[in-house]
């Protein structure tokens, strides 16, 4: 039989993503022996337990990584930094750290602070996810076809590898990518998006209630996009702005500019510029269909 991966794996953090990490691990057995899940909830905690997501909980994070092997932050990325600092001295010689984050260089800098001498830390980042939270919300298959994108740090290639076969492992495709530049390509395929859906539903409640009532009774498929995406969860896309606001602000002062230009199109009647933009963004959509990401 192959050895495990793993010998002891901490998930620290037990929402969405941690919890489709377990299942996913549970599709390939063998790959960690011990699987640890700690989440400072205790409903949390419990109702993992209850879902059978690992084999040991244990609430306080310093405890539960005493001898691990492997440890994945899967809580806000602004938690990070205060996590860091609790676990730390308690993180053997030889463990691999790493985070499923969507934001690298302020992961980066909250975290490398506190990793201790013989301790390996990988940021990565899994570009999957669904708008549900909790442990009721994991999908075993969640990253099966999925990009999972690594930033490998110096000195550590053999750790970079570990958590890359780990990703594999659970069916997502690999890339890695320096933390500036995984920023700005974020910002525009995932935060801004974000930002904008939040923004749209806000304006939808803030309408008078007779109009508000009929948006949300006749909402129309574009509406409905928006709203899926805007009921993610409140805490970790706060963090992710305020943690990548730099490569945020930047690429909504873009959109803003071109959505301005739009809009002058639209008071003027430049039909040639309005069929243009909509042709571009045809393109990119096929475009994500003939690579299978759409």
Request: hydrophobic share 45%; aromatic share 6%; net charge negative.
């Amino acid at each position: 039989m192959a050895e495990p991966l793993f010998k002891r794996l901490v998930l620290i953090g037990i929402g969405h993503i941690g919890a489709s990490i377990a299942g996913g691990l549970k599709l390939h057995p063998g790959t960690v022996a011990h699987l640890v899940i700690s989440d400072s909830d205790p409903a949390h905690l419990k109702r993992a337990e209850a879902l059978g997501l690992g084999d040991e909980y244990v609430a306080d994070a310093a405890k539960a990584v005493e001898g691990a092997d492997g440890v994945i932050l899967c809580t806000p990325v602004g938690s990070f930094a205060t996590i860091a600092e609790h676990i730390a001295p308690h993180l053997a010689a030889g463990c691999i750290l790493s985070d499923v984050g969507s934001t690298k260089q302020s992961v980066i800098r909250d975290v490398s602070p506190f990793v201790p001498e013989g301790v390996h830390f990988v940021p990565a980042h899994p570009m999957a996810g669904t708008e549900f939270s909790g442990p009721d919300a994991g999908v075993p298959n969640l990253f099966e076809g999925r990009w999972c994108l690594l930033v490998p740090t110096e000195g550590n290639e053999a750790a970079t590898a570990k958590i890359e076969t780990l990703w594999q492992t659970l069916g997502a495709r690999t890339a890695r990518m320096d933390a500036a530049h995984h920023d700005r390509v974020l910002a525009i395929v995932s935060h801004l998006p974000h930002l904008i859906a939040f923004t749209i539903c806000g304006t939808a409640d803030d309408l008078a209630d007779e109009t508000r009532d009929e948006v949300l009774q006749f909402a129309a498929t574009g509406f409905r996009d928006f709203t899926r995406i805007a009921a993610s969860d409140p805490v970790m896309w706060r963090d992710v702005f305020i943690n990548n606001k730099d490569a945020l602000l930047e690429m909504f002062s873009r959109f803003s500019e071109d959505a301005q230009a739009m809009a002058r199109a639209v008071r003027w009647g430049d039909t040639d510029y309005i069929e243009d933009r909509i042709n571009r963004s045809r393109k990119i959509r096929k475009s994500l269909i003939d690579i299978k990401q759409a």
